[in-house]
């Protein structure tokens, strides 16, 4: 059973820069991909990227592009979330998930989902 486990976020001004952990368990040679997902509240749930766990690729939001990088360490099963030039509308839960990749550069994520963690950027 896949189990993720986040950590990092919290609250910082605008401007400032997060970083988000996502340690993974469990994970079989089906998963090869993790995404990083948002939900602001009354919003819909958003990816906000992902990346290749094999070659490191990663693929992003418009909305991120340039301010958020994607990273893992396959020696610690762990993906890193780092965001900089934060501004009040990253507020929202992040949350990681464990994928298959799918078509058209795709991760098509599936039920194992970190536990979410909040970050609030005030302005």
């Known amino acids: 059973q896949v189990h993720l486990v986040q950590s990092g976020g919290g609250s910082v001004q605008a401007g400032g820069s997060l970083r988000l952990s996502c340690v993974a368990s469990?994970?079989?040679?089906?998963?090869?991909?993790m995404g990083w997902f948002r939900q602001a509240p009354g919003k819909e749930r958003e990816e906000v990227g992902h990346?290749?766990?094999?070659?490191?690729?990663?693929f992003y939001a418009d909305s991120v592009k340039g301010r958020f990088t994607i990273s893992r360490d396959n020696g610690k099963n762990a993906v890193y979330l780092q965001m900089f030039s934060l501004k009040p509308e990253d507020t929202a839960t992040y949350y990681c998930?464990?994928?298959?990749?799918?078509?058209?550069?795709?991760?098509?994520?599936?039920?194992?989902w970190g536990q979410g963690t909040q970050v609030t950027v005030s302005s």
């Open positions: 990346i290749y766990t094999a070659s490191g690729r990663t």
């Open positions: 998930a464990a994928g298959r990749r799918g078509p058209a550069d795709s991760c098509l994520t599936g039920g194992a």
């Open positions: 469990g994970l079989s040679n089906f998963s090869n991909c």
